[in-house]
């Protein structure tokens, strides 16, 4: 534990009044000071969008707020939130980012396209540790027994470990009752893509619409070390997260494409 | 180069009308046949976000189009693009996508906002080489004479060798005269932060508002191996970009956080 008390920095991607949000809410409360800062709407699929040349307002929830817990609602993204947040509303660097409980997957490739994620590695590159948490039920009603036992277990492990300063983790939890939970597994993430099936109509205009929709593909099938495998498996999937994305054995393989522009 | 003509990709983050995008089609024309699939409007900062539950309305382009060159505007990120392309529009999956000619940087981290690189990792994902370009000037009048020139070698280059399916390439210019390139270098991502110096006012409602406005900060200064420093130092910066963001030293360490609920 941090010599002071923790100042826990919550958001997520389904907006303030989702109910993955009010149970990180209840799980972080009782361990530090808490500023929940929290995009108005649903930012599902916003990945580390920011809001460029568009004003973020910004609204203090005096109604719920207190002198351990501080909430505040933003008209933008999850990563808005928390550059928000560490820039303007917090009163020092807070010792941790909890992202979530998002409703729905951020396993495998769904990384990418995750606004919970992206706020959790905004976390990072800010070098403050950060998780992301995710029940794999879409259910605005979903069951988070189980999500909040493991996610507190996890905050206070990273908070009393500490471990390095950029430290995200992708945290999936399945969507099966608390008791055949196996266990958790730190993991890699999954290669896979999604074939989009996208349902079509058409406008007033004659123009086309799409709507997307589509079905997962896992390219690595029954590999015990990847996140999919682990939560069909029946465990919690934690994947720690890299803010470096360069690839580093084409740094030395792509040389040929160092070139002079005169030759 | 492929045995039957190369198919191509354009897509971009500043939309139809940008000057980026126009240089950018000049440029692969000659190489293929190429479709362009972009955001109505412009997306910048929109990283990798896809519309959830949202309609995108798609137009072809007649007046611009014939047999080789196939014009549509939807009023998406830069992601859904990619994937209506690959999934509704392209005959066939695609030899190369193509992102950009993107008007700012998106060296260092950057690359994580990037609307321009969301579209090529999101290539990659589908395992179709892509490239990223941007030229380091924000005016929509920019000159892209020796980003064009640039593009061209590497996007040749990159049909011509192949590598392997899923290359992902991420690629800055400097804003300078293209007599004052020295070259191209293949490099790492730098690692960085913006410092967020939000401009504030007040609303009707007398809520606080926010625009987003900042500094970068370079955490690695002077080193050449990175992306920023070729840049500074008259380069056109070439990262090889991962899609698989686990942190792999992380897995092994983070040992102790695989755990029995039920001790």
Redesign the interface.
């Known amino acids: 534990m941090p010599a002071t008390t923790p100042l826990i920095l919550v958001t997520n991607d389904d907006g303030a009044e989702a109910k993955g949000l009010k149970a990180l809410i209840e799980v972080v409360r009782p361990l530090g000071i808490v500023y929940a800062v929290v995009p108005e709407t649903?930012q599902?699929?916003?990945?580390?969008?920011?809001?460029?040349?568009?004003?973020?307002?910004?609204?203090y929830r005096k109604e719920v707020s207190n002198d351990r817990y501080h909430c505040y609602t933003v008209t933008g993204t999850p990563?808005?939130c928390v550059?928000?947040a560490?820039?303007?509303l917090l009163p020092r660097k807070p010792d941790l980012v909890v992202s979530g409980i998002n409703h729905g997957s951020n396993a495998s490739?769904n990384?990418?396209?995750s606004?919970t994620m992206?706020a959790a590695?905004e976390g990072a590159?800010?070098?403050i540790r950060s998780i992301g948490l995710s029940l794999l039920d879409y259910d605005p009603d979903a069951d988070f027994t189980a999500a909040a036992?493991?996610s507190k277990?996890?905050v206070s492990?990273v908070l009393a470990?500490g471990?390095h300063a950029d430290?995200?983790?992708n945290v999936n939890i399945p969507a099966i009752d608390?008791n055949e939970?196996?266990?958790?597994?730190?993991?890699?993430?999954t290669?896979g893509?999604?074939?989009?099936?996208?349902e079509?109509s058409v406008?007033e205009q004659g123009?086309?619409?799409?709507?997307?929709t589509?079905s997962y593909t896992n390219l690595e099938p029954g590999r015990p070390?990847t996140d999919e495998w682990a939560l069909e498996s029946g465990y919690a999937a934690?994947?720690?997260?890299?803010?470096?994305?360069?690839?580093?054995e084409?740094?030395d393989?792509?040389?040929?494409?160092?070139?002079?522009?005169?030759t």
């Open positions: 649903s599902s699929g916003m990945s580390h969008a920011i809001s460029v040349k568009k004003p973020l307002h910004v609204r990563v808005d550059k928000l560490l820039n303007k490739v990384l990418l396209y606004g992206g590695i590159v800010n070098r036992l493991i277990k996890l492990q470990n471990y430290l995200c983790l608390k939970i196996k266990g958790v597994r730190v993991c890699r993430q290669r893509y999604w074939v989009e099936e996208f079509e406008d123009d086309r619409i799409f709507m997307l589509g070390e934690v994947v720690p997260v890299e803010v470096d994305h360069t690839r580093y084409d740094v393989k792509l040389k040929d494409l160092n070139f002079d522009l005169n």
